[in-house]
């Protein structure tokens, strides 16, 4: 077993917390797993990236090369683009639909929508809406998390182990919302897989 990941977004929109959540998983799974993360400005709606290496063979680097990454996962799509040079042609790259537009020249989302499903295995979700739908509108990392599970080859249990990890000291109620954001993103990359 062999994943290399790439999880893509700006600051604020929780791609640190799916690292950690991810990379528990990996560890309680008993796989070996190399981070390394890039905060661009992260505080100011700067690019912050992660590399998530994870296999059942010792890793020796932490960085993902060029052509070579299983999945992307991004918190909005112009990220997911500007990491599609990492990802393997026949590679996952799944994307929230909501644009995050932090520059005067953002393209327009409708591009940006064809050439994510011009790309062989997409996922295109609204990640936002979902995470509304359930009540935590901040829950939208842990819907993304969920559309990437049926990808990761680690069992939707030592994810919601993550989760309960991650956010248990904030109780009970934000961890079940975290859970049914996690099962929501998964239901839809199951029935939008291509």
Same mark, same amino acid.
């Given at each position: ?5 790439? &999880? ?6 929780? !791609? &640190?917390?799916? *690292? ?5 998983? *990996?560890?309680?799974?008993? $796989? ?19 590399? $998530? ?9 932490? &960085? ?7 999945? %992307? ?7 997911? $683009?500007?990491? #599609?040079?990492? &990802? ?8 929230? !639909?909501?644009?995050? =537009?932090? %520059? ?25 809406? %979902?995470?509304?739908? !359930? ?7 842990? =819907? ?6 049926? #990808?990761?080859?680690?069992? !939707? ?24 954001? $996690? ?12």
């Amino acid at each position: 077993m062999k994943k290399d990941i790439i &999880l893509a977004g700006v600051g604020g929109q929780g !791609i &640190l917390s799916i *690292a950690t959540i991810i990379g528990y998983a *990996a560890v309680k799974s008993n $796989l070996y797993l190399k981070q390394a993360e890039v905060h661009g400005m992260s505080q100011r709606g700067g690019a912050v990236e992660s590399h $998530l290496r994870i296999s059942d063979k010792e890793i020796h680097s932490d &960085l993902v090369p060029h052509g070579r990454s299983d999945m %992307i996962v991004s918190m909005e799509p112009m990220e997911s $683009l500007r990491y #599609f040079p990492y &990802l393997k042609h026949d590679g996952w790259l799944i994307t929230n !639909i909501t644009p995050f =537009v932090n %520059i005067p020249d953002y393209p327009k989302v409708e591009h940006l929508l064809k050439e994510i499903h011009g790309h062989k295995h997409s996922i295109a979700i609204d990640g936002d809406a %979902i995470a509304r739908e !359930i009540g935590s509108p901040r829950s939208m990392n842990m =819907v993304m998390l969920g559309a990437s599970a049926p #990808f990761l080859d680690i069992p !939707i249990e030592m994810l919601e182990e993550g989760i309960k990890a991650v956010f248990g000291r904030k109780g009970e109620d934000i961890v079940q919302k975290n859970l049914d954001a $996690l099962h929501r993103g998964r239901d839809y990359a199951e029935q939008h897989r291509t």
